[in-house]
């Protein structure tokens, strides 16, 4: 069964800079696109940025020239990049896989938190 680990998250201070990692198990060529969501108290969970197996990217509004998604396809690993972070970017970031015919893939998530 496919794994997706997050890690990177941490606590950084406004307009600190952080790089999130969502690791698979498999080839990240499995999923037509892998997502990075986030989920905030008090918030429903949004999709923050996209990245297809063709290298097609999108991203939220909100995070749109701040964030950027990226893979390493020799590692299996999508990375985001997240800079100029405010504290509205508080919150739980998952990385999530999609795959033809099968549910999604979710990872743990990883607690990234900005404030003075």
């Known amino acids: 069964q496919v794994q997706f680990v997050e890690s990177g998250g941490g606590s950084v201070q406004p307009g600190g800079s952080l790089r999130l990692s969502c690791a698979a198990s498999?080839?990240?060529?499995?999923?037509?696109?892998v997502g990075w969501y986030r989920q905030a108290p008090g918030k429903q969970r949004e999709l923050v940025a996209s990245?297809?197996?063709?290298?097609?990217?999108n991203y939220a509004d909100s995070v749109k020239g701040r964030f950027t998604i990226s893979r390493d396809i020799a590692k299996n690993i999508v990375y985001l990049q997240m800079n100029v972070l405010n504290p509205e970017d508080t919150a739980v970031y998952y990385c999530?896989?999609?795959?033809?015919?099968?549910?999604?893939?979710w990872g743990q998530g990883t607690q990234v938190t900005v404030s003075s």
């Open positions: 990245i297809s197996s063709g290298g097609i990217t």
């Open positions: 999530n896989g999609k795959r033809v015919g099968q549910y999604d893939i």
């Open positions: 498999g080839n990240i060529f499995n999923f037509y696109v």
